[in-house]
């Protein structure tokens, strides 16, 4: 891994290749950052407060400015100061006793190396589609399980549904085992693609922003589910729903497995209005 980089690009596309080239030689100037066994830790938890900061700055806002409420999901619900903090206590407390151990075991067990060449762009690409189609089926089977086995539910994925109406920060609001699974079929998905290192981490960028996302409580025009055609992609009205009707929507971010199952709905246009507020 170490000496003089091997620059020889066989088979695919030169040019596609050098595209991500400087940017990748700026990532190994980081190594020893990337080496430590903080990394990963510290990587997830400030991509995810990064991610949340503007939700949060936006929960505060609509309550203020009239104009922004449209962009509300559920519009008369709004986060409060102590539901947030909760959230923030909650995650932190988990990355500390749960995510910090088992990230370190994961950097003992799978040392992290970085080769001198970078990705293909057209493969990073396609890969990091593959591994949100990987992860979306693996916690659309997970999620399934966990609603219809009441005991399951009831231990492990009750946690999350606390909050009807979702906000940036429930998003990791859950329970260990359940963030030990959503980590699990994260860094699962890459490991079987044998991604780069780049792609695994543009993966886990997206998954952290998309998650988040999905949890914002807002439909904004540019939304992802606004950007991907053919409504192939749910999204934070999709997912919002799921929490405020449960039986619904279980992929977390496509909607193919939700309409191959039967259990895929459409979020309330208009007002936003809840039909009906679940009771469990
Ligand atoms: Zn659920
Ligand atoms: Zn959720």
Redesign the pocket.
């Known amino acids: 891994t170490s000496g003089k980089p091997n620059r020889e690009i066989p088979h695919c596309d030169r040019q596609s290749v050098l595209a991500l080239q400087p940017l990748w030689d700026f990532v190994r100037t980081q190594e020893a950052l990337i080496k430590s066994p903080f990394f990963p830790v510290l990587f997830s938890f400030t991509l995810y407060a990064a991610f949340c900061l503007p939700f949060v700055a936006l929960d505060f806002f609509s309550t203020r400015v009239p104009a922004l409420k449209k962009y509300k999901i559920q519009p008369q619900m709004s986060p409060t100061l102590g539901m947030m903090v909760l959230c923030v206590v909650q995650t932190i407390y988990h990355h500390i006793v749960c995510i910090f151990p088992v990230t370190v075991a994961h950097w003992y067990w799978r040392p992290v190396s970085l080769p001198a060449l970078a990705p293909d762009l057209s493969k990073l690409f396609l890969d990091v589609i593959i591994c949100l189609l990987l992860f979306d089926f693996f916690y659309f089977l997970w999620?399934l399980l966990?609603?219809k086995v009441p005991w399951l539910y009831k231990n492990f994925?009750k946690v999350?549904?606390k909050h009807v109406s979702t906000f940036a920060l429930s998003t990791q609001y859950a329970s260990v085992w359940e963030l030990l699974w959503l980590g699990f079929f994260a860094a699962v998905s890459p490991v079987l693609l044998k991604c780069h290192p780049l792609t695994e981490m543009t993966f886990f960028i997206t998954n952290i922003w998309l998650s988040v996302e999905d949890h914002s409580g807002y439909d904004l025009p540019w939304s992802t589910h606004k950007l991907v055609p053919w409504g192939l992609y749910g999204g934070a009205p999709h997912h919002d729903l799921?929490h405020l009707k449960?039986k619904f929507n279980?992929a977390p971010y496509f909607t193919h497995w939700d309409r191959l199952f039967g259990t895929l709905s459409h979020a309330v246009s208009g007002d936003g209005a809840p039909a009906k507020t679940p009771k469990e």
């Open positions: 999620h966990h609603h994925h999350h549904h799921h449960f279980y």
